[in-house]
């Protein structure tokens, strides 16, 4: 799905990146836990800990530019003199042949993780108490995101697949447990923020891609639509290098 959603006019999508998430997260509640950082207080601090008040938020912008830093644009066009990632002219680098990459669009960034669902996000009853903490992160440092959450409804060929690729055993309950928990964050960030896709549903040949369209609409993306699908991890782990078009006039309203 992420290289899908990487073929989208002016968007740039990035892989994993081993739970990056925890590290800003972990900032935010060092900031919001210690009393002696008065956060949120309309009165500054003096002594030992002084400085002036402290936005609510203030925090956003540093994390989002965190996340800026570990998806760059290709090397060539950071060295280019005068580049600038908001006014991205190579934007349309994926041969979607849209020509949306044209100078003075606004930049759309996205990332994939599986471990929002790990044990840095889990309490230590693992019930999710801290997952829906982690939610409540994303919305108020992301608060112009939208957030896609993918799950495997069918456990026992999400349990094969596992095996087949790591070795390993799964314990379907585990995942059952997971997927509960991924419903339970997008119930919390509400419809118009998140949206649940069952992966089972969207790798169908035939149908799968209107699931996909659906999507993107849902994203705000408009005249656009799939003709077919790529794959990740093509009979394995390889890449899926066929072209894919989104139509001619395929556009986010604005750009």
Not at 176 to 184: A, F, G, H, P
Request: hydrophobic share 35%; proline share 4%; charged share 25%.
């Amino acid at each position: 799905m992420t290289n899908m959603l990487d073929l989208l006019p002016n968007v740039r999508m990035a892989g994993e990146n081993n739970a990056h998430l925890r590290y800003g997260l972990e900032a935010m509640q060092n900031l919001e836990e210690t009393y002696e950082f008065a956060y949120k207080h309309t009165d500054g601090v003096v002594g030992a800990w002084k400085h002036h008040p402290i936005p609510k938020q203030s925090i956003a912008c540093p994390i989002q530019k965190m996340y800026e830093a570990i998806n760059p644009p290709p090397m060539e066009d950071l060295m280019s003199r005068g580049y600038n990632d908001n006014l991205n002219t190579n934007a349309n680098r994926n041969g979607n042949g849209n020509g949306n990459g044209s100078k003075g669009e606004d930049l759309i960034l996205g990332f994939k993780t599986v471990r929002f669902h790990g044990k840095e996000f889990l309490d230590e009853e693992g019930k999710g108490d801290s997952l829906l903490l982690a939610a409540k992160f994303m919305l108020e440092n992301f608060p112009c995101a939208r957030f896609v959450i993918n799950i495997r409804g069918d456990i026992e060929k999400q349990v094969e697949s596992w095996q087949a690729a790591f070795g390993t055993p799964m314990d379907g309950d585990e995942v059952r447990r997971y997927n509960r928990l991924l419903v339970d964050v997008a119930s919390y960030m509400g419809q118009d923020k998140a949206r649940v896709v069952d992966m089972i549903e969207w790798i169908e040949r035939d149908s799968g891609v209107e699931v996909l369209n659906d999507l993107i609409e849902w994203l705000g993306f408009v005249d656009c639509r799939y003709e077919s699908l790529l794959h990740s991890n093509k009979d394995g782990y390889g890449i899926d290098r066929q072209q894919v078009s989104l139509g001619k006039n395929c556009h986010y309203p604005g750009n």
